[in-house]
């Protein structure tokens, strides 16, 4: 395929220009697009240039879509600036980052109750599809030595899921040759909850994945109920299937929210948990967990040991280099905020969510799927019958132009022909702006409500973002 065509589909100008007034006499003020500008340019107009483009993109204080970290405060900033350098790899040069890592995944697996913390087993990932990844693939690999050991084929492995997974689960299955099983969801079974589990898991089962935190409502899944639903199958089968739980949002709000909730170690059955810690772990984007209950969950030979860089440094990671800064970075908050710290921020996000949640639920137009008070994120759907004026993609689009970033989608299969709205409460979301919020949303169904003829069909081909 040809690539210039391909990227001019999208950019149909070849060439980006630069104000005058930033260029030095003699230097060109025209970059080509898609093509390596011939010589160099100044370090100040090359700034001035990507600044500029940079400042195109929305405000991230306003964007209501997206789960991730968008606010630190200013320490967090200069330790930041001070170790973007750092290569979490090299554990031989940069050993105490190295164990500053050891020290985060070791809190985490005792803030998610591991029996005993000292035999837990982590590490840190890019985010939660590359803890996931790893996850899985720890999963499959146990079921393939159970299988050879007992002579039998591992041909056909499959995975039991939801079909509300996020897309990295969707990537394993196809990235890795399992077949993905998904029980849909409905409306007596919005979430994985164990029903008719049964029918889905077999002798090539790798494992079953729960989620802390359903992306599309913010619902958490029963996990104790999914824990119980197997162990009956056990009983009645034999079949022994390992629990993953997708915590990527939820296993750094469920500790300090709901600590009562059980769902993570305390369940005998749950092998690993994974978490972003550029999500509700609240640090700044590039940042995931994934830990194992002890090393039995986690097979020896998944695990790298690279010399290379000096010393002999276990690893078990997709990636090689990356940045070690982030990890850093959660080491700070963890020693800024401290357990009653995490519960206070994610408190607050709670409590507007709960705000935002009872006001639009209050809204004659609109009915709620979820509240907010699971993960503080929910979701609504245009009430039924309410009108054929207008649909929620049409409603995205107006607030938007206020600078909201709301993204209306389908829900998963099993209840596809309903189109929802979401909202994602993060820190730095506070109760001043979500007043502002309400007033603008307010303003926008008035004015869709006030129309004489229905809008245009549009906005549907919108992809869903999270
Ligand atoms: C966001 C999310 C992921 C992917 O996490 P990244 O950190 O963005 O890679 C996986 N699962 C769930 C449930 C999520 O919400």
């Not at 001019?8 to 070849?14: F, G, K, Q, R, Y």
Request: overall charge negative.
């Amino acid at each position: 395929m040809n690539r210039s065509h391909r990227t001019s589909a999208h950019e149909p100008d070849t060439t980006v220009e630069l104000n005058p007034i930033f260029s030095r006499p003699g230097e060109s003020s025209i970059f080509p697009r898609f093509t390596l500008p011939d010589g160099e340019s100044l370090p100040s107009t090359a700034y001035q240039v990507v600044h500029d483009e940079a400042m195109l993109d929305g405000n991230s204080r306003l964007n209501l879509a997206t789960f991730v970290g968008t606010w630190m405060e200013s320490e967090a900033s200069k330790l930041y600036s001070e170790t973007f350098d750092k290569n979490m790899i090299d554990k031989d040069e940069y050993p105490q980052t190295a164990l500053i890592e050891t020290r985060c995944w070791r809190m985490l697996a005792d803030l998610w109750n591991a029996p005993d913390p000292a035999k837990a087993i982590g590490t840190s990932t890019i985010g939660s599809s590359e803890a996931c990844m790893l996850g899985g693939l720890a999963l499959k690999r146990r079921w393939q030595h159970a299988r050879r050991a007992a002579g039998q084929s591992t041909d056909k492995p499959n995975l039991v899921l939801s079909s509300a997974v996020q897309v990295c689960w969707e990537k394993f299955c196809n990235y890795w040759d399992v077949e993905a099983r998904y029980v849909p969801v409905s409306k007596e079974h919005p979430v994985l909850d164990g029903y008719e589990l049964d029918k889905y898991v077999d002798e090539n089962t790798i494992g079953v994945v729960a989620i802390m935190g359903v992306t599309y409502t913010g619902a958490y899944e029963p996990i104790e109920k999914i824990s119980e639903a197997l162990d009956e199958i056990q009983a009645q089968r034999g079949l022994d299937i390992a629990i993953h739980v997708d915590g990527a949002s939820g296993a750094m709000i469920a500790p300090f929210l709901q600590p009562e909730t059980v769902w993570d170690f305390r369940l005998a059955r749950v092998a690993s948990i994974n978490t972003s810690g550029h999500k509700y772990g609240l640090v700044y984007p590039g940042l995931g967990w994934v830990i194992w209950r002890d090393e039995e969950a986690l097979p020896e030979d998944l695990v790298f040991h690279v010399s290379y860089l000096g010393g002999n440094m276990p690893t078990f990671a997709l990636n090689f280099s990356r940045p070690g800064a982030q990890v850093l970075l959660q080491y700070y908050l963890f020693l800024r905020l401290g357990y009653e710290g995490y519960k206070a921020v994610q408190a607050t996000s709670q409590d507007v969510a709960l705000y935002l949640s009872n006001e639009i639920g209050a809204m004659e137009s609109f009915t709620l799927w979820s509240n907010g008070s699971d993960i503080p994120v929910f979701a609504w759907q245009l009430t039924d019958g309410y009108t054929d004026k207008w649909n929620l993609h049409h409603l995205s689009e107006r607030l938007r132009m206020n600078g909201w970033l709301v993204p209306a989608y389908p829900l998963p299969e099993g209840l596809s022909e309903i189109t929802v709205q979401r909202i994602v409460v993060r820190n730095g979301f506070t109760r001043d702006l979500a007043s502002s919020f309400l007033r603008d949303l307010k303003k926008e169904v008035a004015y869709l409500d006030g129309l004489t003829a229905p809008m245009p069909a549009g906005g549907q081909t919108q992809a869903f973002h999270h």
